[in-house]
């Protein structure tokens, strides 16, 4: 079982330029997320997806965009890339927004913004 | 917001010994969960706790959880040099069920 699946690893971008995030989980899970992790920040919240075909803002959604391209798939885009946006960046799904249910991470992207 | 911190911050014991990490969060939850993070990987979960529970075990884990004072403990037996890694307890807010973590405890196991 791959589990959530994050591309790429590790990218390196200079300010201003734009990319795509891609995450992909086959555990047929409705809810999924995307975090940021910063040093003695912990994870923070960007952006869930509750379900396919919903999305809503986290803790820090300012620069960003999702989207649920289907039940299995939630993208993050940066459009206009910023130095503070250089973090890692982790996407987890859950069975439900609801319920007694852990998260599953994918192993992250770690992003670099010059 | 932060609701889950976790004390304290770092941790280094040596091998063989216990390590007991705590997590205090500020309002009502519906459960809490504690999850591992080996450098460079994702988190990985661990143990969940609900909040009509008072302890829960897992193999070399143990969990406790006081709603009354707001914390739980997270206790790893006999620690292994595989325990190195950094752990969080994320809370699940009882009246949205908004996952918050904290900011960790970075774990240290020293042969």
């Known amino acids: 079982n791959a589990g959530v699946t994050q591309t790429p690893k590790f990218q390196v971008l200079k300010t201003g330029q734009s990319m795509t995030l891609q995450c992909a989980q086959d555990?047929?899970?409705?809810?999924m997320y995307w975090y940021r992790q910063d040093p003695g920040m912990g994870l923070r919240l960007i952006y869930y997806?509750?379900?396919?075909?919903?999305?809503d803002k986290g803790e820090v959604p300012n620069g960003y965009n999702v989207s649920r391209l289907n039940k299995r798939e939630f993208s993050l885009r940066l459009e206009s890339a910023a130095p503070s946006q250089t973090s890692v960046y982790f996407c987890?799904?859950?069975?439900?927004?609801?319920?007694?249910?852990?998260?599953?991470f994918g192993d992250g992207t770690r992003l670099s913004i010059l | 917001s932060q609701q889950g911190e976790e004390d304290p911050q770092a941790l280094s014991i040596q091998e063989g010994e216990n390590a007991t990490m705590n997590c205090s969060y500020k309002?009502?939850?519906?459960?809490l969960q504690w999850y591992r993070q080996n450098s460079g990987r994702g988190l990985v979960h661990l143990i969940l706790?609900?909040?009509?529970?008072r302890e829960k075990h897992s193999g070399r884990l143990r969990v406790t959880l006081d709603t009354s004072k707001k914390s739980s403990s997270l206790l790893i037996t006999a620690s292994r040099a595989a325990d190195t890694a950094s752990y969080f307890c994320a809370t699940v807010r009882d009246r949205d069920d908004k996952i918050i973590f904290g900011k960790g405890t970075r774990l240290h196991i020293l042969p």
């Open positions: 997806s509750a379900s396919e075909g919903t999305t």
């Open positions: 555990m047929n899970h409705n809810s």
């Open positions: 309002t009502s939850i519906n459960n």
């Open positions: 987890a799904s859950r069975v439900d927004r609801v319920g007694n249910q852990p998260q599953h």
């Open positions: 706790i609900r909040s009509n529970e």
